[in-house]
């Protein structure tokens, strides 16, 4: 892959020639020739690319040919380094030192070319004989064609995974069989095969069917990936269990001994009336079961363990040891594969007839296995149905590529192909999410921006860049080489994953082509000459002289704070990308003021307090996440950070079930960051002293703003501001206190791509503005107290789909009108205390899925025409009459009840004692069973409207 680092190295080249070449006295000739040969090279390391696998001589010239343009990006940066430190200088006492160091840097710079430019003739002296024999396999094609553009299929990617399945209704419907209609005993099954073959999406959807879970209110999913911690499953599977039971985690868990853990687990399962699913994916190894299984008790209520496993006597010791059953995945029958890839590569789910032949070759090397079907399927998808010999290139590339029996092998050379026929800023992207612990939800923000700080997303158009990133996600989410996890209600990407398999496929070309390392227990020594580095786990790195100065980004997870200081200490003058979330730390280290490059830097869930004034050195950086730590102000020097992008400076608090937001107290002329996108959350309460509000104005590139502590006074300029931010895209404002009111009525003209409205505070009226808003996809109101009722201004919005009601406004009926609020998915009303009756009309939320009612002490019976709404999947009661709840015990004697029997889903519950006591209520067949939970305090749990 050495396409990408000649791309952006010839990216720098092009700024230097630009700003520095006519300054250049010696050097310039090399210079000149150095680009031209990396000019000519860029377009044979393409065709090169497909070769290196197969090819030895190419695998050695790409190899230098990438180490060369390493080099150059170094020399270049230093160079560009040094002449920065130079203009911070100011004052006649800077100039003569400045003037010297600025000599010494040409200098260097000069000998570091001529340098690698007597390296880059050596190796282009091989190139035309390269060339040539790569004309001769390669005529006619390349690895990648430039013609090939790729459609927005955000919408189809989780459809593919959750409906366009093959193969999987008769294992499906035996496994739930086995799981509802087995003994009272508590049983194993396992789910066997080997890699790729869907083991885990097969026990997903069962895990995730209505039948399943009614039948088990206590279910928890924990993969057990082969270099996790005992204490680390063992504490995910508490945490779900005691979110799933709404009984919160004991203090000081996270420090507990494994057999403490153990015993916690086993005493919330024993303790239940009702039965559990645990299932326990990817087991690899024997040691990983014995550490689970006696955690897992047998309470005599048909509770069920599953595993998927590769490991067939460990499935079948499980169920011997346990009693159970074991299931033997099977590859595809040839009709169901051909099923599984037409579906994947053509629109139409037919293949043309000039390519069956060819598609038929490539199918048979798939071998049945539907992970290596979807991932060729990828590869095809994107190829001119028009151009045969594109298709016929890749089924001459499987026939040589995937042969002899190791089947495992064979749908890693399957996926290697995907990875080569990838662009290169594709291929540098994937290679990125190696960094990545197994096994691990990868926040999409996270990711984005991180790629960004890199320098692998190019600009486009009028887009920012992490619009652009989030085009290259939807990319590789289409070749199916990530996946994802998790989706707002809205549409909007939350988090993916990568298969295993085929992150240890990334690992191995990572390391291969000095693109990143991860260091764990299992390195025996650190990577030399490294660009990323990834250190996971705890990791003593004693007296090693380790070599830092080519570092580009380093990312921890899980590592002590004596080596993390160690590291930190190395020479990291080059680097972008500093990723520290969940580190151990209590303030922010002081070596970070030498990291003059970096774009990137994250304390997430650190507990840093304060902000040193360094911070003012960064002038390059663009990302600044200090969400979830302790600091509440920024120093002044803030304000020299231009490229400052993402601000995010807040932390959550909840106490009792009441949601605190923790901001932060601006410096005075925020203005000045003029590339600011996103700014989360500004404490406004002393606006008087630095004028923020009418700064946020001239925040111009700003697309989430967020906004704590407003006064009734302040909303004229609020609204002002606002008006001139065209981008803006999400608004969130809190009133100084509940009950002080905030006035945003002067906003003539909202800002056209705003989709996203959090409102906490007392207001005369509902803002004008906002019944008007077409683009309006979430509305949060909160403690509003409106003199009139809003519902008639909303229910015309076209694309609502999630409206949050807090004490809005004194309904006695509230009504749902015919036709209204027709994209609406998710209802929260909580707090109105004079509510009697709800009705909705039919066709009105006709689109409803969650519906949350909470806090209204007058509302006795269930929504009037509830029983309309066929799309309604959950149904939550909190802190309700008991009238209401108890007439969901009463069966089919009750009309109330009848209304809600089409709902797979009901909870209802009280806050008693500081804790919740919610009671699930599950379908059995025809009946309906209640059984009670108890408490729970995880925030990402509470219902919506607490949020």
Known sequence: MAESPVIYLLGKLASFFENEFQHMRQGREEMIVLRGEFERIKAFLRVADSM?????????????????????????????????????????????????????ARYQLTAAIKSISCRMKDICESHQRLSEKSNRDQEGSSSTCEDDTWQDHRADAVFVEKSGLVGIEEPKKKLTQWLVDGISEREVISVVGMGGLGKTTLVKQVFDDPVVKKHFPVRAWVTLSPSSKTEELLMDMLQQIASTIMKPVPSGADTMNID??????????????????????????????????????NNNRGSRIMITTRNGELAQASCTEFDGQVYEMQPLPVEQSWKLFCRKTFKKNLCPSHLQDICTDILKKCEGLPLAIVAISGVL????????????????????????????????????????????YLKSCLLQTSIFPEAHIIERMRLTRQWVAEGFVEMKDAKTMEEVADGYLNELVYRSLIHVVERDKDGRVKSYRIHGLLRKIIISKSRDQNFAAIVDEQSSAWPDRIRRCSIHNELQIGQQNLSLSHLRSLYVFGVDKFSLYR?????????????????????????????????FLSLRHTQIQTVPTFIG??????????????????????????????????????????HYKHGFSTPAHIGALQSLQKLCYIDAEDDRTNNVISELGKLNQLRRLCILKLKKEDGRKLCWSIAKLTNLQALAVSSL?????????????????????????????????????????????????????????????????????????????????????????????????????????????????KLIIQRCKQLKSMPSGIEHLTKLKVLEFFDMPEELTEKLKLAEKDEDYQKVAHVPELRYGYWRDGAWDVTSVERSGEEWSSRPQDTMTKRS???PCWK
């Open 52 to 104: 290196e696998e197969s090819n030895e001589e190419v695998k050695v010239w790409i190899k230098q040919i990438r180490e060369v343009a390493y080099d150059a990006e170094d020399a270049l940066d230093e160079f560009k380094l040094l002449l920065a430190h130079d203009h911070e200088g100011r004052g006649l006492l800077y100039k003569i030192p400045c003037c010297i160091r600025n000599m010494k």
């Open 260 to 297: 403490w853990l153990k015993m916690m687990i086993k005493s919330f399962l024993q303790g239940r009336r009702s039965r559990y699913l645990i299932v326990l994916d990817d087991v690899w190894h024997m040691d990983k079961w014995d550490a689970v299984k006696y955690a897992l008790p």
């Open 381 to 424: 998808a994107t190829k001119d149905k028009r151009r045969i010999e594109e298709w016929d290139l890749v089924r001459r590339c499987l026939r040589s590529e995937i042969d002899g029996n190791d089947k495992l092998k064979n749908m890693k050379k399957v996926l290697s192909l995907s990875f080569n026929d990838l662009p290169y």
């Open 567 to 599: 590291i930190l200490s190395g020479d990291l003058k080059l680097l972008s990308v500093l990723d520290l979330q969940n580190a151990p730390l209590r303030r922010l280290p002081v070596q970070v003021v030498d990291m003059r490059c970096l774009k």
């Open 617 to 658: 050195r960064l002038q390059n950086l663009e990302t600044l996440d200090l969400k979830h730590t302790y600091v509440t102000s920024l120093p002044v020097e803030i304000m020299k950070l231009q490229r400052l992008c993402h601000l995010l400076v807040y932390r959550y608090q909840t106490v009792s079930y009441t």
């Open 737 to 849: 206190r509940d009950d002080e009111d905030i006035d945003l009525q002067y906003l003539s003209s909202p800002p056209p791509l705003l989709q996203r409205i959090y409102l906490r505070g007392r207001m005369q009226a509902l803002p004008h503005w906002i019944a008007n808003m077409h683009s309006l996809v979430k509305l949060h109101l909160r403690w509003c107290c409106l003199k009139e009722d809003p519902l008639p201004s909303l229910q015309d919005l076209p694309n609502l789909v999630h409206l949050e009601l807090l004490q809005v406004y004194d309904w006695h009926t509230l009504c749902f009108k015919a036709k209204g609020f027709q994209k609406l998915k998710i209802l929260g009303l909580d707090y109105f205390e004079d509510l009697t009756f709800v009705q909705i009309e039919r066709e009105a939320i006709s689109s409803l899925e």
């Open 941 to 943: 749990n509470l219902p």
